[in-house]
Nanobody, 124 residues
């Protein structure tokens, strides 16, 4: 049984930083893409970062490029999201997700396994 457990969310002022972690178990780590997604109230879930095998290719939308960095520790089976220069519009519930097939890296509907989410709130 695949389990993804996020941690590290919280409240921060604009311009601040947070580091999210996602501990994976029951999953063949590093075989397929893993990603971070977020969903704000009344909005669709969107991809904010993904990392895929074959050289650790990373993917970001323009909205977070240069501010967010995804990384992983394969030995610890942990995925990270370093978020810098946070903005109020980054406020959302952030989810970790794992794929079991080839996916479009930032497409939520392509991912099978999801964590429970962690709240990130950025105040101005």
């Amino acid at each position: 049984q695949v389990q993804l457990v996020e941690s590290g969310g919280g409240s921060v002022q604009a311009g601040g930083s947070l580091r999210l972690s996602c501990a994976a178990s029951g999953y063949t780590y590093s075989s397929y893409c893993m990603g971070w997604f977020r969903q704000a109230p009344g909005q669709e879930r969107e991809g904010v970062a993904a990392i895929c095998p074959g050289g650790g290719n990373t993917y970001y939308p323009d909205s977070v490029k240069g501010r967010f960095t995804i990384s992983q520790d394969s030995a610890e089976k942990t995925l990270y999201l370093q978020m810098n220069s946070l903005k109020p519009e980054d406020t959302a519930v952030y989810y970790c997700a794992a794929a079991t097939t080839a996916v479009r890296p930032l497409q939520p509907s392509d991912y099978l396994h999801w964590g429970q989410g962690t709240q990130v709130t950025v105040s101005s």
